[in-house]
């Protein structure tokens, strides 16, 4: 199969999702891949590695997808870049279709195929494209969230591990799935006084499992509104596959927390689960809501895109080579992700929100 790896243009998004050397070993099965000229370069990858490894790199767009079947991204489709595709691409990249209902209405106009990174799920609901990226949007959420809480941030001032004769910050974190979990270990491990809610007592018991320091609750009305009034960060990782993310923090309950505090918001991609969340991108990244920091950009991961390209492709590169076969519907787990086939919405997800 011909593969076609466009560079990203969504503000400041530098991944790529295959690293030179998941490029030679597809090209060494024998298919074929021509790469945009600079598609590497912001993860450190220059054009010189890529063609070494046998990739026909163009410096025009439009061939790209004009000589592609296979269409491999990371984020999902921008409207200048709707113009290149066709019935007869299949497109394999994060799609966030459930937050994005225009862009999903005009893919399905198109009639292509679109399989979405994080709806390939395998066996146990694993989400195995997914979890990578959530791992490094969970570390960044604590990260950012330590810094806007300095007061030049527009925060309130707080150093969130605390210092001896002063008080630890307090962290809410709501879902302790891989995202969530990342940031819990991250701020655990900062010092801070941390608390997860989640419906799983298997993910509650592994995030006791993390320190003294952390506590983990089921996410009753009463103690989810308590905690996060008196929090100094809230982090949002709730996840529902493939659909939008409810919202579990209110605007009531977020005008009750101090003012200088900071919500993180790692569901925007998936809509957001707080209700006072707007997506947001690393060129401008935060605003003031209820004087409350809000920080919800919508590519988290971006901002580390060598690190992020290296998860990203270990994880892509069984899928990408599945999905490049005749025959890639056999696979369970890449059919489950298939968001459109052939103009038709087919995760259940879109079928009931476009029904």
């Keep these: ?125 694993k989400l195995p494209a997914l979890a990578p990226m959530s791992a490094i949007a969970g570390r960044i959420a604590t990260q950012v969230g330590t810094h806007l809480l300095h007061q030049p941030q527009g925060g309130k001032g707080l150093l969130l591990g605390g210092v001896p004769a002063a008080e630890r910050g307090h962290v809410v974190i709501i879902g302790a799935g891989t995202a969530g979990g990342n940031a819990a270990t991250l701020a655990a491990n900062i010092g801070a006084e941390v ?45 529902k596959t493939g659909r939008r993310a409810p919202h579990v923090v209110s605007r009531d309950m977020v005008r009750a927390m101090q003012p200088g505090s900071v919500i993180i918001d790692i569901s925007v991609d998936q809509g957001g689960c707080i209700e006072t969340t707007r997506p947001t991108t690393y060129e401008n990244p935060t605003y003031i809501e209820e004087d409350v920091v809000h920080f919800a950009v919508t590519n988290m991961p971006g901002a580390v895109p060598r690190t992020a390209s290296q998860a990203l492709s270990a994880a892509l590169i069984p899928y990408v080579t599945a999905i490049a076969q005749p025959d890639w519907k056999s696979c369970k787990s890449l059919s489950r992700g298939i968001n459109i086939e052939s103009g038709r919405f087919i995760h259940p997800a879109l079928q009931e929100m476009f029904a």
């Design 195 to 239: 608390m997860v809610f989640d419906l799983s007592r298997d993910r509650l018991t592994a995030m006791r499992e993390l320190g003294n320091n952390v506590t983990a609750l089921y996410p009753y009305q009463d103690a989810l509104e308590k905690e996060v009034a008196e929090a100094d960060m809230v982090i949002g990782a709730v996840l």
């Design 1 to 125: 199969m011909h593969i076609g790896i466009p560079r990203e243009i969504k503000p400041l998004e530098g991944r790529i999702a295959l690293v030179p050397e998941a490029c030679r070993q597809l090209i060494d099965s024998g298919h074929s891949i021509t790469m945009e000229q600079n598609a590497g370069a912001l993860s450190g990858y220059p054009d010189g590695v890529f063609t070494s490894a046998g990739v026909r790199v163009v410096a025009d767009t439009a061939q790209v997808y004009r000589d592609a079947q296979l269409i491999l991204k990371v984020k999902e489709p921008q409207d200048s870049e709707l113009v290149h595709l066709r019935q007869n691409h299949l497109l394999f990249c994060f799609l966030h279709l459930a937050a994005y209902p225009q862009l999903a209405r005009k893919l399905q106009d198109i009639g292509l195929t679109a399989v979405g990174f994080e709806t390939v799920e395998e066996e146990g609901g």
